[in-house]
């Protein structure tokens, strides 16, 4: 019994800090696994953790040994990870992720974030409002990888509540439990005309003014489209529809091409428009809403806290007197 203690003691004292043994296998023997199964080689992944080779497949015999299963075959100089090796590093991938967030706050103190940023964003926000800022969060964080990513609809939000993504923006109202939103803007519609239409010289359009006028709309996946329709229909006023548009931002080249008007959301695009169009209030009004959304079921990373100040404080409180003087 003496002897087993102190054998017991002297591997407690081998361990050294970070090997407490109560829960089976230590930090470090996973990270070994990780790597191991990213690059295939003990060589390989000795090198990106900083090891000897010995210590990398010393580590990978005793996790095995700990969890009693073959975490990988051994073929032709290589490890390949067995069904179990892999069903492990799959439940581990939670656990570093909480680990990187740790990292990431600690980078914060220390004037920057690590790992990864993840955004998406429809396509009018994502090409005419979102590239500078991005840019710019990406140069004060040059440690900080970003994954920007375009998308629309359901897919932006099914994307958002899998946790794929971090933030993301849009100008349409998510009704989606896996997503908590943050309102960023608050808008009212905009009456694009070319500028030799007849009403260019109008202060502001009625929608008594549009009655049989060649329209451009927005296709039926926008939720503002369907606010645009019953507005009309409860004003009486029949409209000759031209051409359905997916983006805002097409929707203003038609207009520009003379194939009609077309009640938009000013936001990011009234700045962008360039010659042979004109914009006027609408009335009555049709509100609209930019969000932050983000995953319910994670909190927001210091890195996601970071980005939203920076497009608040950038914008302040100007953004809504400035859409509404054009």
Not at 192 to 202: I, N, S
Not at 218 to 225: D, E, I, K, S
Request: net charge neutral; hydrophobic share 40%; with cysteine.
């Amino acid at each position: 019994m003496q002897n087993s203690h102190r054998q017991g003691a002297k591997s407690e004292n081998r361990g050294g800090a970070g090997q407490d043994r109560r829960t089976g296998f230590t930090l470090r023997e996973l990270e070994v696994l990780r790597a191991l199964i990213e690059t295939g080689k003990s060589t390989s992944a000795a090198r990106r953790l900083g090891l000897s080779q010995p210590a990398v497949s010393r580590s990978l015999a005793q996790l095995e040994a700990q969890l009693g299963r073959q975490l990988f075959d051994r073929v032709s100089g290589r490890l390949i990870p067995t069904a179990d090796g892999l069903a492990v590093n799959e439940e581990l991938s939670s656990i570093f992720a909480s680990l990187a967030r740790i990292s990431d706050r600690s980078a914060r103190r220390a004037g920057g974030h690590f790992g990864t940023f993840r955004i998406a964003a429809p396509p009018t926000i994502a090409h005419r409002f979102l590239p500078p800022w991005v840019a710019r969060f990406t140069k004060a964080n040059p440690e900080l990888e970003v994954l920007f990513d375009v998308l629309s609809g359901d897919a932006l939000i099914t994307g958002v509540a899998e946790a794929r993504y971090d933030i993301a923006m849009t100008d349409t109202v998510p009704a989606h439990d896996g997503v908590r939103t943050d309102l960023l803007l608050a808008t009212e519609a905009i009456c694009a005309l070319p500028t030799r239409h007849r009403l260019a010289g109008q202060k502001s359009i009625h929608a008594e003014d549009l009655e049989g006028e060649p329209f451009v709309a927005l296709t039926r996946r926008h939720t503002g489209r369907i606010a645009v329709d019953r507005l009309f229909e409860r004003a009486g006023v029949e409209r000759k529809i031209m051409i359905e548009a997916a983006t805002a931002v097409s929707a203003t080249e038609f207009v520009r091409e003379g194939l009609g008007v077309a009640l938009l959301n000013p936001f990011p695009i009234v700045h962008q428009l360039g010659t042979g169009i004109v914009v006027r209030p609408f009335a009555p009004a049709v509100p609209y809403r930019t969000f932050f959304v983000f995953p319910s079921s994670e909190p927001q990373t210091p890195a996601v806290i970071d980005f939203m100040n920076m497009i608040r404080s950038s914008m302040g409180g100007s953004m809504q007197a400035d859409l509404s003087e054009e």
